[in-house]
């Protein structure tokens, strides 16, 4: 039997693509972004004073979600990815987060957004999030089980610009049955 979030909240305009990393060769400053292009630029460019030079990439996609009942599409296009909690370093307060809602049945992520053009950290606005979080509860068939989408408050984007960690980008490619 489908719950109201399942047959409420869609996934839809996937676009496939890659997350490349940057770095700065002056500042050292790093960065992150989305790119659909089937061959992901890998040269040197500058930008300002900056020469950005790339530091590598991962296989991605970006999504929209579909409210069915009143047709509104959200788009979540400064969504880089969702982080899994045991990703994050083992003394950060996401990891100790979600190592005790995990005894709990609980699966926690971090919702990571692309950065502002000016430099500063994008967070996801509660209303992106809520709507993740009943996406994906939504597509749950085992009994007990939630997954609790939070915003990056915890500097998440930082660390996955710098390449440290890998973003759990299989949540969103799960079928409702494999959840």
């Not at 676009?15 to 940057?22: F, L």
């Not at 790339?54 to 969702?82: C, H, K, N, W």
């Not at 990571?112 to 606005?125: F, I, K, Q, T």
């Not at 408050?153 to 049955?177: K, N, Q």
């Amino acid at each position: 039997m489908a719950s109201e979030a399942q047959s409420r909240y869609k996934m839809v305009n996937v676009r496939t693509g890659h997350v490349i990393m940057e770095h700065d060769v002056l500042s050292h400053a790093a960065r992150s972004y989305f790119c659909d292009e089937p061959v992901p630029p890998r040269e040197d460019y500058r930008e300002g004073p900056h020469r950005w030079r790339y530091a590598g990439m991962a296989q991605s996609f970006q999504f929209d979600i579909l409210d069915e009942e009143t047709g509104v599409t959200v788009p979540l296009r400064e969504m880089l990815g969702l982080v899994y909690y045991a990703n994050a370093k083992p003394d950060s307060t996401l990891h100790r987060l979600g190592r005790a809602a995990h005894d709990n049945g609980i699966s926690v992520y971090a919702a990571v957004a692309y950065e502002n053009p000016d430099g500063s950290v994008r967070v996801l606005d509660g209303e992106k999030v809520r709507l993740l979080n009943a996406l994906f509860n939504g597509r749950l068939h085992t009994p007990g089980k939630k997954i609790l989408i939070l915003p990056d408050l915890f500097d998440i984007y930082r660390t996955v610009s710098y390449g440290d960690i890998m973003i759990d980008f299989g949540l969103a490619s799960m079928e409702p049955d494999e959840i």
